[in-house]
Structures are given as C-alpha cells and as structure tokens.
C-alpha cells in the first residue's frame, strides 16, 4: 500500500493505516463467524465429534513417541536435550500437530461446502470484460457468483446435499486448497492470501473445543438446519449447550 499510495488514492500514512484496520476488522469478522459455525456443525453432527478426538489422541501419541525417539537418540550421542524437546510439550497442540489431523481439515472444508450462500463472492468490473461465450460485463456492473452450483455439483462426489465429514480424506483437497469447486476465498490470482491463517486458527479453535468438550448440543433442536445455513454476520438462532471432558 505505502508503495502504491498514489495508484490507490491514499491521502497520507494515516489513510494507509485506516484502510489496514478495515482489512484485519474484516479478518477477524469473517474467521470468528465460521469458527463459531464449525461448532454448530459439531453439534449438528456429534457421532463425528468423538473420531475427531480419537485422531487428536492418536497424531499426540505419534508425534510424543517421535519426541521420544529424539531424546533417546540424543542421549546416546552425549548430547544436551534442549527446550525445545522438552517433555512437558509433547502433547502440545501446535500448528505441525493440527496439521496432521486430516480428519479435522476434512470437517473444516466440508463445513464450507455444505454452508453455500447461494450468490457471493460480490466483484465489480473495474473494465469491459468479454467472456468466452461473448457474454459482456460492462464496467462498473457487479457480479455475483453462484457457489450452489459450484459446491453441488457432481465433481463433489456423491449424495452432494448431504454432510459427509470425511468426503475429503486422503484426498489432495485440503481446506485452503481453491479452485472451481471450491470458493469460499475465491480463486485464481485474486484467492484470498489470507486463508492459510483464516483455517489455521478456525481448526485450531476446533481442536480445543474437541479436546475439551465431549458433547456440544443446539439448545433448540428444530433449528438446527438453520443453524447451519446462516449467512456470514446473521445470528444464529439457537445457541449451544456443552458439556465438559472432566
């Protein structure tokens, strides 16, 4: 931006800085709105919550087991252990361990995909653009993409209506992955650069909650599609009830 002052019209630094803040407000908005949509979805679907938790137990063990290794490895060489291998965070739940839970990526991106807005993705024409149909999009108009379309159609796999967790496991379609059947952060050159945080944080969020909660509930039960079909920044309808691990 600062390079760019003249290009986009900035008055001066404080400009620049007010238009920054807009960005994170925006970050922070949407991120929060589907951390709190995943719990929904936990609770919507509580027979998956528990494989969830199983997958968390079983990459801790894992990567503590690898820990170990090292120790031992170090040991035998007369090596110091440094803090970084230090055995009070074996079991942490960093971003390398989050990573590994394939089953949670899998829950994140098809939350997405089940929560369609049917028209979104709002871009206004900043030139004339010829389609290759000869289609024209006159400068100035606004454009609204169909994510229905895009997020059911049969490149999803089968019985695309419904919510299947695990529809991406080993699978190379992650939860940042874009593309033209999935659009959450649009794709192509203008893909939002700031997905790769956006899903870090909301599976994280998601972790904790799991490792925590052995049970979320939707307090109204007959509002749990609602619930879920909730645009970005409405209320939801109903809240939670959850019931702690200890």
């Known amino acids: 931006m600062l390079d760019n002052v003249d290009k986009y019209g900035f008055i001066d630094l404080e400009d620049v800085c007010g238009h920054i803040l807009i960005l994170i407000l925006a970050s922070v908005h949407t991120t929060t709105d589907w951390a709190t949509a995943l719990l929904y979805f936990f609770a919507a679907f509580p027979e998956h919550v528990e ?60 939350a997405f995909r089940f929560r369609t807005e049917r028209l979104s993705l709002m871009h206004k024409a900043r030139k004339n653009i010829k389609l290759s149909n000869g ?27 419904e919510f299947r967790p695990w529809r991406f496991v080993g699978k190379s379609k992650t939860a940042i992955k874009v593309g033209a059947d999935y659009l959450p952060f649009s794709m192509g050159r203008h893909a939002c650069p700031g997905r790769f945080l956006a899903i870090q944080e909301i599976k994280t969020v998601g972790v904790l909650v799991v490792s925590k909660f052995s049970k979320i509930e ?25 019931t702690s691990r200890n």
């Open 135 to 161: 289609f024209v999009i006159a400068k100035g108009q606004t454009v609204r993409s169909s994510l229905k379309s895009a997020h059911q159609g049969p490149e999803q796999g089968d019985e695309v209506m």
């Open 218 to 242: 939707i307090q109204d039960p007959s509002k749990t599609m609602k619930s879920l079909r909730t645009n970005i920044g409405e209320p939801v309808p109903s809240g939670l009830i959850m």
């Open 51 to 110: 494989t969830l938790y199983k997958e968390q137990k079983d990459v801790l063990d894992e990567i503590q087991q690898e820990r170990e290794q090292k120790r031992e490895e170090l040991k035998k060489k007369g090596e110091p252990i440094d803090e970084e291998l230090d055995p009070a965070h074996d079991r942490d739940l960093t971003a390398a361990a989050i990573k590994r839970m394939v089953h949670m990526d899998s829950f994140v991106r098809e």
